[in-house]
């Protein structure tokens, strides 16, 4: 195989029921055959994660969303000397040089869900007024222009299609909603899948694999209702957010 490419872009696990959409980096690195796809091969992102019950030291995965350090992951990196999870090898949704928005170049900014999964964006630029209309199956929102909304050290939200569909379904479905920061790592945790239904209040941090994030109250969370919360306070700025 190839060697891997660092690119611009966003990736997300094919089915999880966690995620990380708030990063500290824009670009990702790995083995893509086209602009934007369901196949990509993404290598693993691995730091300590303190350690199982049985004391065994473990890792977490950002990318893949796992944890590294079973006997099986010993016996592959003795083979392979190679330190990888064991979601190495599973195809990932990506998308390279996706569009990126600075909130704090435009007003009237408008994003909706359609029916097909398209994130439609609208937004007028403030420097003329110029309208921006971008029909996407993902975006990024440069979090440094919004600085106190989220760690510093990130540095944009993904909105991927995952995240985008969990929350929708969240919305509809009148579920309480909110956005739960690790205690650990200070990075907002994301629901996924069935996860995005049933509100809990333990969570499972995408970040750091902190295990026993606790929430004040049960709810389904996400960084993309703290972005809704501050739309809500900045209507002339942000007109509507999902």
């Not at 602009?35 to 992102?45: I, R």
């Not at 990024?140 to 995240?163: E, K, Y």
């Not at 996400?222 to 509507?240: C, M, N, V, Y």
């Amino acid at each position: 195989m190839n060697s891997a490419l660092t690119l611009p872009g966003m990736c997300w696990p094919l089915h999880a029921t966690v995620g990380n959409i708030a990063v500290t980096t824009s670009t990702m690195s790995g083995h893509f055959r086209a602009g934007a796809g369901c196949d990509g091969l993404v290598l693993c992102d691995l730091l300590p994660a303190g350690k199982f019950r049985n004391g065994a030291v473990r890792h977490w995965c950002r990318t893949h969303q796992c944890y590294w350090g079973t006997k099986a992951d010993l016996a592959d990196f003795a083979a392979s000397q190679q330190m990888r999870c064991k979601q190495h090898a599973s195809p990932m949704g990506y998308m390279l040089y996706p569009d990126v928005l600075d909130v704090s170049d435009y007003h009237a900014i408008t994003l909706d869900y359609l029916d097909d999964g398209t994130l439609r964006l609208q937004a007028k630029a403030n420097n003329g007024g110029t309208l921006l209309v971008r029909d996407v199956s993902a975006l990024a929102i440069d979090s440094r222009s919004l600085p106190g909304l989220f760690h510093p050290s990130i540095v944009q939200i993904n909105i991927t299609p995952p995240a985008a569909l969990a929350y929708v379904a969240a919305l509809r479905s009148g579920v309480a909603l909110g956005c739960i920061d690790c205690p650990r790592c200070a990075h907002p945790h994301l629901d996924l899948g069935d996860f995005a239904l049933s509100p809990h209040r333990r969570h499972l941090c995408g970040h750091c694999g902190y295990d026993a994030v606790h929430g004040v109250a049960a709810c389904v969370s996400t960084p993309l209702q703290r972005l809704r919360d501050h739309a809500l306070r900045k209507p002339g700025h942000i007109k509507h957010w999902f």
